[in-house]
């Protein structure tokens, strides 16, 4: 199998504060982990592209500083939203490519909703 | 740049008919992969199927098959004996094939149609 979790799965906070959203490859080692965001009925945009062990590279127009991602280990990748504003309300997905399989297979977890109030 | 385009917002079959749900792609490489993913309204991301472009032969998973025309750049997902349980978000999507790191194996997706399966 091919299992990647999320957690929290939903979360509200208020404005300013930080959130932390975590993603873990239950069952694989994942050589690279990404973050997608999706608006209400839009589709997947790529934030970030995560290595492990290394910098994230992110995508034009998403701000590094805002959103932090950490990618620790082989099964654990983090996306931190700093000083949430209620323009980063959406729904934020991770996904993850297994070691020693072609990056092309994601596997994709079960997305985060945020709320900021 | 790559881009994905699905035409179709909204689609609708009848129980146990067959539906078709279009895709084209652009794209100057010659090697890529290309997906069908389905998105219930759980909003968990579900592979459908997988299309390699060196492959000339068109990938089928059961009641799921496409129409792979790599001259065209179109990819269409035929759905037979549509069922209930087939309602959902459908993305197209495509990524260059033999890279690993940096921003490389990105998934490009189309905007997505919407499948309504009438009982």
């Known amino acids: 199998g091919a299992v990647v979790s999320q957690h929290p799965s939903w979360v509200i906070c208020k404005s300013g504060t930080s959130v932390k959203i975590e993603c873990r490859s239950l069952d694989f080692q994942a050589t690279t982990m990404f973050w997608y965001r999706q608006f209400p009925k839009q589709s997947l945009m790529l934030m970030a592209t995560?290595?492990?062990?290394?910098?994230?590279?992110?995508e034009q127009g998403v701000e590094k500083d805002k959103f932090l991602i950490n990618h620790a280990s082989l099964t654990l990748s983090t996306l931190t939203v700093t000083s949430a504003h209620p323009e980063d309300s959406s729904f934020y997905i991770c996904s993850a490519s297994k070691w020693g399989q072609p990056q092309e297979t994601q596997y994709f977890g079960p997305g985060t909703r945020l709320l900021v109030l | 740049a790559q881009t994905v385009t699905q035409s179709q917002p909204e689609m609708s079959v009848q129980e146990a008919e067959t539906v078709t749900l279009s895709c084209t792609y652009d794209?100057?490489?010659?090697?890529?992969?290309l997906f069908w993913y389905k998105q219930p309204p759980s909003r968990q991301m579900i592979l459908v199927i997988r299309q390699e472009a060196y492959k000339q032969q068109n990938a089928t998973e059961n009641r799921f098959s496409v129409n792979f025309q790599k001259a065209a750049k179109s990819f269409s997902l035929k759905i037979s004996d549509s069922q209930l349980g087939d309602a959902a978000m459908y993305f197209c999507?495509?990524?260059?094939?033999?890279?690993?790191?940096?921003?490389?194996?990105?998934?490009?997706f189309g905007k997505g149609t919407k499948l309504s399966v009438k009982p």
């Open positions: 995560s290595n492990e062990g290394s910098k994230a590279t992110y």
């Open positions: 794209t100057s490489e010659s090697d890529y992969y």
């Open positions: 999507a495509y990524t260059r094939a033999g890279h690993y790191g940096g921003s490389q194996g990105n998934l490009i």
